[in-house]
């Protein structure tokens, strides 16, 4: 089974910029990669997804879009997510998920992803 691990989280001001990672095995490669979050109390939602193939294909939730940006390090097998003016709304826990077979199109539904990495944390605060 594959397994992903992130790391890149922390704590930083609003208008501040991190940039998460998660490694990942080369099985991964030709298949949908997301990153997802989850605030306390809330539910679990996607962020940003990306085909590992052809990298171009991605896909944004419009809450990120222009903020943030997927993408995936074929020769590293890394998925990576930078992320800019980030907001204390932007505060959860990230995850990286993939989802196996053929990425036909780009997905944000957690339904789709059975591998989750343990997770990273990002806190947005003054």
């Known amino acids: 089974q594959v397994q992903l691990e992130e790391s890149g989280g922390g704590s930083v001001q609003p208008g501040g910029s991190l940039k998460l990672a998660c490694l990942a095995p080369?099985?991964?490669?030709?298949?949908?990669m997301a990153w997802f979050r989850q605030a306390p109390g809330k539910q679990r939602e996607g962020v940003a997804s990306?085909?590992?193939?052809?990298?171009?294909?991605?896909r944004y939730d419009n809450s990120v879009k222009g903020r943030f940006t997927i993408t995936y390090d074929g020769a590293l097998n890394t998925l990576y997510l930078d992320m800019k003016s980030l907001r204390p709304e932007d505060t959860a826990m990230y995850y990286c998920?993939?989802?196996?077979?053929?990425?036909?199109?780009?997905?944000?539904?957690?339904?789709?992803?059975?591998?989750w990495g343990q997770g990273t944390q990002v806190t947005v605060s003054s």
């Open positions: 990306i085909d590992t193939e052809s990298t171009s294909r991605t």
């Open positions: 080369s099985s991964t490669y030709r298949s949908c």
């Open positions: 998920a993939h989802k196996p077979g053929i990425c036909w199109l780009p997905s944000l539904a957690d339904s789709d992803y059975t591998t």
